[in-house]
């Protein structure tokens, strides 16, 4: 009889990784450094997304919901004193569509954090939009937030 630990320990070998491999993990490794400057709630969205998404949708998508919190912080008057790990779902969901209208705005041109300028083209709105309505339905799904301010903007 084969002992099954045995295989496995040869199995993860330290052995060079293909492109692919050593692509996937560097995408891995660089998605939890960005998933560290999200509210700790945001982890969750990301996990569940896993396994029907690509490494490098999720860090994009990371890199846009961080946008959209920054927005909040530095344009609603509500989030002006907040830190990034303050937020919690509830925060999400008394957002109105206006809201998320004047984020769609501030996203044609803003600053980002090294103050470099940052314009979007059409294809770049909707990417963001995209990520947070997928953020957004994610957390309604699963009933931690009862209203949906993405649905109600075009």
């Not at 998605?31 to 396994?51: G, I, N, Q, S």
Request: hydrophobic residues 30%; proline residues 5%; charged residues 30%.
């Amino acid at each position: 009889m084969i002992d099954s630990s045995t295989n496995l320990a040869n199995t993860s070998s330290n052995k060079p990784h293909n492109y692919h491999e050593q692509s996937q993990i560097d995408q891995t490794l660089r998605l939890r450094e960005v998933l560290k400057t999200l509210p700790p709630f945001v982890k969750d969205y990301f996990r569940a997304m896993e396994p029907k998404s690509s490494a490098r949708t999720r860090i994009n998508y990371a890199y846009d919901i961080r946008v959209f919190f920054h927005f909040l912080m530095e344009n609603n008057p509500v989030y002006k004193n907040y830190t990034i790990d303050r937020f919690t779902p509830q925060d999400l969901e008394n957002l109105e569509p206006v809201d998320i209208e004047e984020y769609q705005e501030y996203l044609k041109v803003y600053k980002n954090d090294e103050e470099k300028c940052i314009t979007n083209t059409e294809k770049g709105l909707a990417r963001k939009m995209s990520a947070l309505r997928s953020f957004y339905g994610y957390y309604f799904k699963r009933q931690a937030i009862s209203k949906n301010p993405t649905l109600l903007v075009d």
